[in-house]
């Protein structure tokens, strides 16, 4: 059964960086070409793709948030992390990990496996 587990701050300051893990069992990330994706839903909004990476390495982002976005992994442990920098309040959302075959969708159903999610609140 494949499982994927977020964690992170929950409170980060504006202008600081967001760090959060996602750490997968089950599934190996460099196995069975798929994507590993990162998804937000800020409050009141709908999904956001924000970016993955696949089982070679690469790594892909939403244009908007390019700039400011890291996804790299931990093979060794399975995991792979968002970084997203110079953050603000407009970032506050439910960050999810998930995986499936399709790239840059925030549509649930095009996943087929997501963490549970974890809220991350920017503020002072």
């Known amino acids: 059964q494949v499982q994927l587990q977020e964690s992170g701050p929950g409170l980060v300051k504006p202008s600081q960086t967001l760090s959060l893990t996602c750490t997968v069992s089950g599934a190996s990330i460099t196995s069975a070409y798929r994507f590993w994706s990162w998804i937000r839903q800020p409050p009141g909004k709908e999904l956001e793709w924000v970016g993955a990476?696949?089982?070679?390495?690469?790594?892909y982002y939403r244009p908007s948030l390019k700039s400011r976005t890291s996804i790299s992994r931990d093979t060794s442990k399975n995991q792979f992390t968002l970084r997203l920098s110079s953050v603000t309040p407009e970032d506050t959302a439910v960050y999810y990990c998930?995986?499936?075959?399709?790239?840059?969708?925030?549509?649930?159903?095009?996943?087929?496996?997501w963490g549970q999610g974890t809220q991350v609140t920017v503020s002072s």
């Open positions: 990476t696949d089982t070679s390495g690469s790594t």
């Open positions: 998930a995986s499936g075959e399709l790239l840059g969708s925030a549509t649930t159903n095009d996943y087929e496996y």
